[in-house]
């Protein structure tokens, strides 16, 4: 069965579930063949508090870009710990990667799109084909940006089936689950950060403004390119 029939299958058998019975329901339907991608950033403990309540050992793959900020990678270790997780793997690109692409580490600031490719988009490609995944699990939703206004529950991409749990979900009730279940937050939200990536290309959020806009701020990019590049040639 390809990925897009699948996904209308599931969409049939599964649209109604979110959160943690979803990814409970996905984990067992797919067994060892699925992950979930986790960017540790501002909102990404609701995600893998649900996982964790789904399975510990739901696999999470985690793209260790080598520009990140250092409070990202205490609160990945943090997270781990108190939620138990059991199979955090972190990818990222390869010495080769980076000697053939970024070797003076400047890529970011000729080329955002070359450099999210290289450091992001490469390194989970090999992740999910080393693997033998069909499926992986994202944490985007619909209130985060207008380019993400029609996020579905399922996608097909690359051959793959793509599953967005907390899709519908809003702000609020994120606020919400984090409050009930008493998760840390990332420490760089409190200064203004609300979508968090590379430091080389994260700027504090304007208060009102899109949580996505201090990502590549004055540029038309929006995405990192693992939602968009996934599967295609470049």
């Not at 995600?47 to 990202?72: H, I, M, Q, R």
């Not at 990502?215 to 990019?221: D, P, Q, T």
Request: with cysteine; charged share 25%.
């Amino acid at each position: 069965m390809d990925a897009e029939t699948r996904v209308k299958h599931l969409t049939d058998s599964h649209g109604t579930l979110e959160g943690a019975p979803l990814l409970a329901a996905m984990h067992e339907l797919f067994g060892g063949r699925i992950a979930l991608m986790s960017s540790f950033g501002a909102e990404s403990a609701v995600l893998l508090a649900l996982a964790a309540e789904a399975t510990p050992d739901f696999p999470v793959l985690f793209v260790n870009t080598g520009k990140l900020f250092g409070e990202t990678l205490r609160y990945r270790d943090e997270l781990v710990k108190r939620l138990g997780l059991r199979d955090v793997r972190e990818i990222g690109p390869t010495a080769d990667d980076l000697a053939t692409g970024d070797k003076d580490g400047m890529l970011f600031a000729r080329d955002y799109d070359a450099c999210c490719h290289l450091r992001k988009t490469v390194p989970l490609e090999r992740a999910l084909a080393t693997a033998g995944l069909e499926a992986w699990v994202t944490g985007r939703k619909r209130f985060q940006s207008a380019t993400r206004a029609a996020l579905p529950l399922f996608e097909a991409e690359g051959g793959r089936v793509k599953v967005n749990p907390l899709a519908n979900w809003d702000k609020a009730r994120l606020e919400e689950e984090f409050t009930r279940r008493d998760l840390p937050r990332h420490p760089l939200e409190a200064d203004g950060y609300l979508s968090i990536g590379c430091y080389t290309c994260t700027e504090r959020v304007a208060p009102g403004a899109d949580p996505r806009s201090g990502r590549w701020a004055g540029s038309a990019k929006t995405e990192c390119g693992i939602h968009t590049m996934i599967g295609t040639a470049r």
